[in-house]
């Protein structure tokens, strides 16, 4: 990195995201509006605000997102859209129905910060991890890992599909986050025996000069799933991979689009309906990509969030507060049934050896 980017630039992170104007599983909208703003309001929170931008990569939107999406204030010059045209984007995304391996590298190639952290366009991220890295930042204490030469990934947790699909206002929703943060599930790949990177991500992050050393996402991964599995060993040839939770802890909080578990299991089975990108481990190149990786050499809008697009911010409907609290009773339903279930393993499971002992001595 430069001396004069380093005196020029005070954006440590540039997190970066991709979306498309349509109603993709529901309310796709309010999940990409609740993201980014609760990313600012909390940003704020964390006095880490005029440190942070986002860069919503829009691909082949008919109707760009910057012109539809109600955002907070606050994104005035601190929310970004990378525009890709419907033309450009049939071409580029081939028989892909959303190559986001292109659209993030598009907005990761014109990113500015520090720190180039790409999130799911439908994931909160909370106010400890803005304070956290920050914090981590400051110290950087090399001897435990080099946050200038690390892949950093966090898992996410899972805000129920029960709550997500009633598209509650903004306030409704950051409460709920804040009183129901630690009874969350971190969704991971760890529960099956796989390495922490496989897992949804909450957060993949690491310094600007590695995703342009290695030119980012593998562009020939179009389809769905491997990107950061491939990411994390292309870059753990030459850098540490850690498990950054470690660290900051998990603060992201995926808005939840499958209604059922049965569906959310089945996402990347066979039975979906999408086309998936092959798992490769070995003979991986550190960078794979073309010169003009992420569509550097196309004439796409680049601007800032206009303030003459921003909307009344949404109001409290009558049954916002009624649903929100009929939603909360079947979540703590769900969590006491969970419990109990755990409960009942702990203490069934040794009685159940027990009385096998006890049958195998009187039979024998």
Known sequence: MTLDFLMNNQILLSLILCSRNDSYMGNSRWRLETSINLALLNAKDANFLDKLEIIVSDWGSEVPLSDVLNLDPEAKGRVKFVHVPPDIAQVEQKDSKFPEVIALNAAANRASGE??????????????????????????????????????????????????????????????????????????????????????????????????????????????????????????????????????????????????????????????????????????????NQPSWGLIDHKINFHDFSPTALKKSNVYSVLAIPRLLFGCWFLIYDISLSALKNLCNLYVSPLRMLIGKFRQKVFN
């Open 115 to 288: 720190y180039i952290g790409r999130i799911d366009n439908d994931t909160v991220v909370g106010t400890d991890f803005f304070h956290k890295f920050e914090q981590f930042h400051k110290s950087n204490p090399s001897e435990e890992l080099d946050l200038n030469d690390s892949f950093l990934f966090v898992e996410r947790k899972s805000v129920p599909y029960r709550i997500s699909r009633l598209s509650l206002p903004l306030p409704l929703i950051s409460v709920f986050i804040k009183f129901f943060s630690n009874f969350l599930k971190v969704e991971s790949a760890k529960d099956w025996g796989r390495e922490f990177w496989w897992s949804p991500v909450g957060i993949m992050m690491f310094h600007r000069d590695i995703w342009m050393a290695t030119q980012g996402y593998d562009e020939n991964l179009i389809y769905w799933g491997w990107m950061e599995g491939d990411l994390a060993l292309r870059l753990g040839q030459k850098h540490q991979v850690v498990e950054f939770s470690k660290y900051v802890g998990y603060n992201f909080y995926h808005l939840e689009h499958y209604s059922n578990l049965t569906e959310y299991k089945d996402r990347n089975g066979t039975a979906t309906p999408r086309k998936k990108n092959p798992v490769l481990t070995e003979n991986l190149s550190y960078t794979v």
